[in-house]
T-cell receptor, first 112, second 110 residues
Framework: DVKVTQSSRYLVKRTGEKVFLECVQD?????MFWYRQDPGLGLRLIYF???????EKGDIPEGYSVSREKKERFSLILESASTNQTSMYLC???????????FGDGTRLSIL | QKEVEQNSGPLSVPEGAIASLNCTYS??????FFWYRQYSGKSPELIMF????GDKEDGRFTAQLNKASQYVSLLIRDSQPSDSATYLC??????????FGRGTSLIVHP
């Protein structure tokens, strides 16, 4: 079974802090994704990566950056956290185009 | 803009009934179709995927795809209270990025 592991289930940070969310997958998947999910808004894609050191902006990249130095790890960075970034963050991976995504357990991030 | 539409619900069905969840999509070039189940506070988990027109069955679940009409549906037979969740439809068209619907909330009452 594919395992996607997110570093924290719950995280509380202060406004202005730099926040790192880590995601690791163990199935040698090419593609990795970061989403945020808010009530009534569904899943919104922040960034995705289709290869090491490659990244593409999703629908809502503002205020975020990503890093993929190794194939199995995809990090999401909040450069200067703001209260409107309080959300559930979901990492996913897939083996290729048109393949299903496998999600991590999610990180519920609160910015105070 | 590729769109995937789902009725937000809630869809309420009695235990033992068939639950029918529907999804329409705008991109005629779509090739792959996925159904995910998401319990409250949890992450989405894949239930089924379908690539070809017609029906695909897996236990109590059946996915139905009609590309001409641009819809995909999920039928849950013998619905159980444990099936109560939000069901997300996702569609891809050959790119790396799926388009997700906002989900339909299903409530199965005893």
């Amino acid at each position: 079974d594919v395992k996607v592991t997110q570093s924290s289930r719950y995280l509380v940070k202060r406004t202005g802090e730099k926040v790192f969310l880590e995601c690791v997958q163990d199935m040698d998947h090419e593609n990795m994704f970061w989403y945020r999910q808010d009530p009534g808004l569904g899943l919104r894609l922040i960034y995705f990566s289709y290869d090491v050191k490659m990244k593409e902006k999703g629908d809502i990249p503002e205020g975020y950056s990503v890093s993929r130095e190794k194939k199995e790890r995809f990090s999401l960075i909040l450069e200067s956290a703001s209260t409107n970034q309080t959300s559930m963050y979901l990492c996913a991976s897939s083996s290729g185009a048109d393949q299903p995504q496998h999600f991590g357990d999610g990180t519920r991030l609160s910015i105070l | 803009q590729k769109e995937v539409e789902q009725n937000s619900g809630p869809l309420s069905v009695p235990e033992g009934a068939i639950a029918s969840l529907n999804c329409t999509y705008s991109d005629r070039g779509s090739q792959s179709f996925f159904w995910y189940r998401q319990y409250s506070g949890k992450s989405p988990e894949l239930i089924m995927f379908i690539y070809s027109n017609g029906d695909k069955e897996d236990g109590r679940f059946t996915a139905q795809l009609n590309k001409a009409s641009q819809y995909v549906s999920l039928l849950i037979r013998d619905s159980q209270p444990s099936d109560s969740a939000t069901y997300l439809c996702a569609v891809t068209g050959g790119s790396y990025i799926p388009t997700f619907g906002r989900g339909t909330s299903l409530i199965v009452h005893p």
